[in-house]
């Protein structure tokens, strides 16, 4: 049984090594620069950030202990885990929104002095004057500060299977079940030197893509997670344990994204299998009473395919979303992204935890724990769904091209920085050329890859006679190796009784 129980240790190490090591190997496209070591990507319209309690590094070791040594009993503990979590200010971070990798972007009109330097066109953004004119002279910059501040408690209940069936092989099982609670709110805090820079990208007509000027919150149940676990191990010191199971969202997909960054509770909507190995081995001992013990540990996640809808650029293209486009013969003219916000099927993939703790334990009274967590997620990939599959009606992209010059003629050559010359056929005669939906790139709406490390410490107060409590508190500092998640930092608190 020990030699199955080893072999089966190894088998899911080498497997969940193999799957983070592809996290780094999939994080690479051809719109990106890097920075000082840092991977840059820029003009998208989704940020998928890491959910508050994808966490295994802070609290996983003495959990487990906790979970796996119960006194005699009915096998069964509870714990409860408040955390708070803010985002801090990163350089880098802005471009992710903006385009041309920039933290800052310059809008100019046609008659401005930086026309040839500006980053977009300002009459693509319908900026009017006084006069209520499209107004030429436009000359400001623009940016963002992306925030977000997340909070909520964790509840769990774990339960020893022997006490349930009276089965040999489950006395090392156990069921465990928990919901995390969140409230999460975000904001770009869009800035501008002119304000009616920030006012056009957050106009009424712009339907989606929209960069809105206060924050928003959302509460709610991130998942529910059910495991089953086995403690493969547990002697000498040496504890090795296994679980394995599945997570149901608590938030439906993203079907209104009406504004950039928009609150979530969870994973957008998306089921996930989970797999989780730790290992505790002992360093050392003193005075009887007390011993270094390292804790080494590594989740895998991987997220079910959703049905969605993110609004898509231009190939080769940025912020091409917010140009203007037209019916022919029509002189109306409306942005492109509320034209070019399509039902997709989003393919999350992958999300891996692999942490590291040196914990100074003394016997049943406290410990203090210290170490790393690096994390790694891939980006989704994104499919166009059929429009019949769409359930929000919405006008046929083949029967719009770039505004051009007049009604009956496009300007497809445009950037969001300049406006090209009328599109034309063999003998000069200027012609209409729609739009189709491959001309767009399903990657601008994609929640890029990230890759993090957070740094955690942790006190913990424990005590398992008769009966077991433990009680914890711990803080972390996360930062981000891609501008495509966020740099955070958190405190946490955590209350445990089994009986």
């Known amino acids: 049984m020990k030699q199955n129980s080893t072999s089966l240790f190894f088998l899911i190490l080498a497997s969940i090594a193999c799957q983070a090591f592809a996290q780094t190997e999939q994080i690479g496209y051809s719109e990106t620069i890097a920075y000082r070591s840092k991977i840059y990507r820029t003009?998208?319209?989704?940020?998928?950030?890491?959910?508050?309690?994808?966490?295994?590094?802070?609290?996983?070791?003495?959990?487990?202990?906790?979970?796996?040594?119960?006194?005699c009993g009915w096998g069964t503990s509870i714990r409860a885990?408040?955390?708070?979590?803010r985002s801090e200010p990163e350089r880098g971070l802005p471009a992710y929104w903006l385009l041309s990798c920039k933290d800052k972007i310059v809008?100019?009109?046609?008659d401005s002095a930086q026309k040839l330097t500006r980053d977009v066109r300002a009459e693509w953004l319908d900026i009017r004057n006084t006069q209520k004119a499209v107004d030429h002279t436009v000359d400001g910059t623009f940016t963002v500060c992306p925030r977000e501040r997340i909070g909520g408690v964790t509840i769990a209940i774990n339960q020893d299977l022997k006490s349930w069936f009276d089965w040999k092989w489950l006395n090392a099982w156990w069921l465990d079940i928990s919901i995390p609670i969140v409230s999460d709110e975000r904001s770009l805090m869009p800035q501008s030197s002119d304000a009616r820079i920030r006012n056009a990208l957050n106009r009424i007509d712009l339907e989606y893509a929209r960069f809105d000027t206060v924050a928003h919150s959302v509460v709610g149940a991130g998942e529910v997670r059910a495991t089953v676990g086995r403690t493969l191990l547990d002697e000498k010191g040496v504890l090795i344990s296994y679980q394995t199971g599945f997570a149901t969202p608590g938030e439906e997909r993203l079907e209104d994204p009406d504004y950039l960054?928009?609150?979530?509770?969870?994973?957008?909507?998306?089921?996930?299998?989970?797999?989780?190995?730790?290992?505790?081995?002992?360093?050392?001992?003193?005075?009887?009473?007390?011993?270094?013990?390292?804790?080494a540990a590594i989740e895998h996640r991987f997220l079910s395919s959703t049905h969605q809808r993110r609004t898509l650029d231009l190939r080769d293209k940025q912020w091409s979303r917010y140009m203007l486009v037209r019916r022919k013969g029509e002189e109306q003219t409306i942005p492109l992204a509320n034209v070019s916000?399509?039902?997709?099927?989003?393919?999350?993939?992958?999300?891996?935890?692999?942490?590291?703790?040196?914990?100074?334990?003394?016997?049943?009274?406290?410990?203090?724990?210290?170490?790393f967590e690096f994390w790694a997620h891939d980006s989704e990939q994104v499919k166009l769904r059929d429009n019949c599959c769409d359930n929000k009606s919405k006008p046929r992209i083949e029967f719009y091209g770039i505004a051009g010059s007049t009604v009956d003629c496009t300007a497809s050559q445009s950037t969001i920085a300049e406006l090209a010359a009328d599109d034309t056929?063999?003998?000069?005669?200027?012609?209409?050329?729609?739009?189709?939906?491959?001309?767009?790139?399903?990657?601008?709406?994609?929640?890029?890859?990230?890759?993090?490390?957070?740094?955690?410490?942790?006190?913990?107060?424990?005590?398992?006679?008769?009966?077991?409590?433990l009680v914890g508190l711990g803080g972390y500092y996360e930062f981000p190796h891609t501008n495509t998640t966020l740099k955070n930092w958190g405190v946490w608190a955590l209350l445990g009784y089994t009986w």
């Open 81 to 85: 885990v408040p955390i708070y979590q």
């Open 261 to 295: 960054f928009k609150p979530r509770t969870g994973s957008n909507g998306a089921w996930s299998i989970l797999n989780t190995l730790i290992i505790q081995l002992p360093l050392g001992y003193c005075c009887d009473q007390s011993a270094f013990q390292l804790c």
């Open 341 to 371: 916000t399509f039902s997709v099927e989003v393919k999350p993939h992958s999300f891996v935890n692999i942490a590291g703790t040196l914990c100074f334990h003394h016997v049943d009274a406290w410990s203090f724990e210290a170490g």
């Open 107 to 110: 809008v100019a009109g046609d």
């Open 425 to 469: 056929d063999s003998e000069g005669n200027k012609i209409f050329v729609p739009l189709h939906e491959s001309d767009f790139d399903p990657m601008s709406a994609s929640g890029r890859g990230g890759i993090g490390t957070r740094l955690n410490f942790a006190l913990f107060a424990d005590r398992t006679e008769d009966y077991g409590t």
């Open 43 to 71: 003009s998208q319209t989704f940020m998928f950030p890491r959910p508050i309690y994808h966490t295994i590094g802070s609290i996983s070791g003495r959990v487990m202990h906790f979970i796996s040594r119960k006194p």
